[in-house]
């Protein structure tokens, strides 16, 4: 095996793919190292109990696992591993990531996102900056994404949209759910901009991949025709067809070595035997997650890096992102509709595209001028059917359901109305009390410290998201829904994660260059959601995806 690359990317998902994909089509030699296997479009069926009940994808926490703290109602912070609570945040080891499983939602950042501090001020205990590069510097990236990946939808013109180099999306929009025409009506009525929902799905075929099939199964399923904008099925496949790129899978990188220079020399790894192996390359990126990046690097000591590739001004880890929000649910009852009406509330695998940006920026009293909100976005309950029998277990008072009610129960979830939900998206603040360090004790099944996660939020992402969610619910009352509830909290969803290697121009303050760079690192990148210093209101993976084609663009001069 040749053992000296021009690059080695550790990592398959949305940050390594168009490196990967870039770097092999300009005739560089690239070494992909990816934890998980190789799965293809034949290996994904929509199989509940594999991918939701025994989550087949992720590893076995027994095995992998991470220690997650949490405060208490005294303010103390208290840890408990996810192999206890069962709390899972692996959202996808295998080629291509968590790509693989995401619904595809796609939204860019607006100009203002760039510019957090600038634009809206400080926020007592929250530690916003501005990014070191502009809207303007990503936008053809973005668009770059839009063909190379997929993108499918229409634009519709409203006060918070941002700058686009073309008119349209290069791909019409996915069949739309009959639903649609009711949440349309109901936002005009409520003078609310309905914005179709981009999706990186292709409604057409296109670059040897099929189009949607419409399965009702696409959020953390794997996709059989290919047409969802995977890092695999989008820009891998073809990069291992040029000749250039080696993806080894089932590799589990535990360590970079440096020189006394403080240059990184090799990756070691465990192969899939569980045989230390060691890689050496000219240049290093790392896009494993945002969590494991930032463990990889503090478990990367070195003589110039004795805390930690990248850490000496302890940022690393520090700073880590997930959403805000919320979500809530309404329910369309067949029985208070005609025939019709009902039979068209019953279609399944068509996609509900449609949100809402009018409240992306606000002003309100119950806020000090004007305010970063978020958005609103639309969808169906999964179609899950042990799921949605599930939770028909308990009674309103908490006790097991049983025989006749449970039948009743079990009719009714499954024939007598449909759920239209909604998830509220807006920033998480980045503090002090977010962030990766290594757990003193507990180790994987290689040996290594696993990852220790503080989930701390600040009480502003409550206070927005609660905002944004009121908006949400009085949508669907216009629309009739009954049983309208939502709930927002600061759990951090496991599948929308940023931060822990935030780039900017000061390295006392950052871990990472305006490039990726690790500052002081001259042959190492992160190219995963890591680099974010802020998260926007939108998730991640569109901008993931943009970002690292921008850094492909300098790390292609460089090798």
Same mark, same amino acid.
């Given at each position: 095996?040749?053992?000296?690359?021009?690059?080695?990317?550790?990592?398959?998902? !949305?940050?390594?793919?168009?490196?990967?994909?870039?770097?092999?089509?300009?005739?560089? +030699?690239? /070494?992909?190292?990816?934890?998980?296997?190789?799965?293809?479009?034949?290996?994904?069926?929509?199989?509940?109990?594999?991918?939701?009940?025994?989550?087949?994808?992720?590893?076995?926490?027994?095995?992998?696992?991470?220690?997650?703290?949490?405060?208490?109602?005294?303010?103390?912070?208290?840890?408990?591993?996810?192999?206890?609570?069962?709390?899972?945040?692996?959202?996808?080891?295998?080629?291509?990531?968590?790509?693989?499983?995401?619904?595809?939602?796609?939204?860019?950042?607006?100009?203002?996102?760039?510019?957090?501090?600038?634009?809206?001020?400080?926020?007592?205990?929250?530690?916003?900056?501005?990014?070191?590069?502009?809207?303007?510097?990503?936008?053809?990236?973005?668009?770059?994404?839009?063909?190379?990946?997929?993108?499918?939808?229409?634009?519709?013109?409203?006060? #918070?949209?941002?700058?686009? +180099?073309?008119?349209?999306?290069?791909?019409?929009?996915?069949?739309? #759910?009959?639903?649609?025409?009711?949440?349309?009506?109901?936002?005009?009525?409520?003078?609310?901009?309905?914005?179709?929902?981009? &999706?990186?799905? /292709?409604?057409?075929?296109?670059?040897?991949?099929?189009?949607?099939?419409?399965?009702?199964?696409?959020?953390?399923?794997?996709?059989?025709?290919?047409?969802?904008?995977?890092?695999?099925?989008?820009?891998?496949?073809?990069?291992?067809?040029?000749?250039?790129?080696?993806? /080894?899978?089932? +590799?589990?990188?535990?360590?970079?070595?440096?020189?006394?220079?403080?240059?990184?020399?090799?990756?070691?790894?465990?192969?899939?035997?569980?045989?230390?192996?060691?890689?050496?390359?000219?240049?290093?990126?790392?896009?494993? #997650?945002?969590?494991?990046?930032?463990?990889?690097?503090?478990?990367?000591?070195?003589?110039?890096?004795?805390?930690?590739? @990248?850490?000496?001004?302890?940022?690393?880890?520090?700073?880590?992102?997930?959403? !805000?929000?919320?979500?809530?649910?309404?329910?369309?009852?067949?029985?208070?509709?005609? &025939?019709?009406?009902?039979?068209?509330?019953? %279609?399944?695998?068509?996609?509900?595209? =449609?949100?809402?940006?009018?409240?992306?920026?606000?002003?309100?009293?119950?806020?000090?001028?004007?305010?970063?909100?978020?958005?609103?976005?639309?969808?169906?309950?999964?179609?899950?059917?042990?799921?949605?029998?599930?939770?028909?277990?308990?009674?309103?008072?908490?006790?097991?359901?049983?025989?006749?009610?449970?039948?009743?129960?079990?009719? $009714?979830?499954? $024939?007598?109305?449909?759920?239209? =939900?909604?998830?509220?998206?807006?920033?998480?603040?980045?503090?002090?009390?977010?962030?990766?360090?290594?757990?003193? %004790?507990?180790?994987?099944?290689?040996? +290594?410290?696993?990852?220790?996660?503080?989930?701390?939020?600040?009480?502003?992402?409550?206070?927005?998201?609660?905002?944004?969610?009121?908006?949400?619910?009085?949508?669907?009352?216009?629309?009739? !829904?009954?049983?309208? &509830?939502?709930?927002?909290?600061?759990?951090?969803?496991?599948?929308?994660?940023?931060?822990?290697?935030?780039? @900017?121009?000061?390295?006392?303050?950052?871990?990472?260059?305006?490039?990726?760079?690790?500052?002081?690192?001259?042959?190492?990148?992160?190219?995963?959601?890591?680099?974010?210093?802020?998260? @926007?209101?939108?998730?991640?993976?569109?901008?993931?995806?943009?970002?690292?084609?921008?850094?492909?663009?300098?790390?292609?001069?460089?090798?």
């Amino acid at each position: 095996m040749k053992t000296d690359y021009d690059v080695c990317v550790i990592g398959s998902g !949305a940050g390594a793919g168009p490196v990967i994909s870039e770097l092999s089509k300009a005739g560089k +030699s690239v /070494l992909v190292l990816e934890k998980g296997p190789w799965f293809t479009e034949e290996d994904y069926t929509k199989d509940e109990m594999a991918c939701c009940r025994h989550s087949i994808y992720t590893p076995k926490l027994e095995d992998e696992q991470h220690v997650l703290e949490e405060q208490n109602n005294n303010g103390d912070w208290l840890s408990e591993s996810t192999s206890e609570s069962g709390w899972d945040f692996w959202n996808g080891n295998v080629v291509g990531g968590s790509s693989n499983f995401m619904s595809g939602y796609f939204y860019r950042l607006k100009p203002e996102d760039f510019r957090l501090l600038s634009e809206f001020g400080p926020i007592k205990g929250a530690n916003i900056a501005d990014w070191p590069v502009s809207y303007d510097e990503m936008e053809p990236y973005y668009t770059k994404v839009e063909t190379e990946v997929g993108v499918s939808g229409k634009i519709i013109a409203h006060k #918070h949209q941002e700058p686009r +180099s073309t008119t349209d999306f290069p791909y019409p929009p996915t069949i739309e #759910h009959p639903i649609v025409k009711n949440i349309d009506k109901a936002c005009n009525q409520l003078n609310i901009t309905s914005l179709a929902t981009p &999706r990186a799905i /292709l409604s057409q075929a296109a670059n040897g991949r099929n189009s949607c099939e419409y399965s009702g199964y696409c959020g953390s399923y794997g996709c059989h025709s290919g047409a969802k904008g995977s890092a695999r099925a989008a820009l891998l496949d073809a990069a291992v067809k040029t000749g250039n790129c080696k993806i /080894l899978p089932d +590799s589990k990188v535990y360590k970079l070595k440096s020189n006394s220079k403080g240059r990184v020399v090799e990756a070691l790894y465990y192969d899939e035997n569980n045989i230390t192996r060691s890689i050496s390359a000219k240049l290093f990126v790392v896009a494993c #997650h945002a969590i494991e990046t930032s463990r990889l690097l503090l478990a990367s000591t070195g003589p110039k890096h004795p805390d930690g590739l @990248g850490n000496n001004y302890s940022q690393l880890g520090k700073n880590l992102l997930f959403s !805000a929000g919320g979500s809530g649910t309404g329910e369309f009852h067949y029985s208070d509709m005609d &025939r019709l009406a009902a039979s068209a509330m019953k %279609t399944r695998g068509p996609f509900v595209n =449609r949100g809402v940006q009018d409240w992306y920026f606000f002003e309100d009293k119950a806020f000090a001028g004007k305010t970063k909100g978020g958005i609103i976005d639309f969808l169906l309950r999964h179609p899950n059917p042990i799921s949605k029998a599930m939770s028909t277990r308990w009674n309103n008072d908490d006790n097991l359901n049983w025989g006749h009610k449970l039948k009743r129960d079990l009719k $009714t979830v499954f $024939t007598q109305s449909q759920d239209l =939900r909604f998830e509220v998206f807006n920033d998480w603040l980045p503090t002090d009390n977010c962030f990766v360090s290594l757990d003193s %004790t507990i180790k994987d099944k290689w040996g +290594s410290a696993v990852a220790k996660v503080r989930l701390g939020y600040h009480e502003h992402d409550l206070k927005v998201g609660e905002f944004l969610s009121a908006k949400a619910e009085t949508i669907l009352q216009q629309m009739g !829904a009954k049983n309208i &509830r939502s709930s927002v909290s600061g759990s951090p969803p496991a599948n929308l994660v940023a931060g822990g290697c935030r780039f @900017g121009k000061d390295i006392k303050s950052s871990v990472l260059d305006a490039d990726c760079k690790v500052h002081d690192v001259e042959n190492l990148y992160v190219t995963d959601g890591s680099f974010m210093p802020t998260g @926007g209101s939108v998730p991640y993976t569109w901008t993931i995806y943009a970002n690292s084609f921008r850094v492909a663009d300098i790390i292609k001069s460089r090798v």
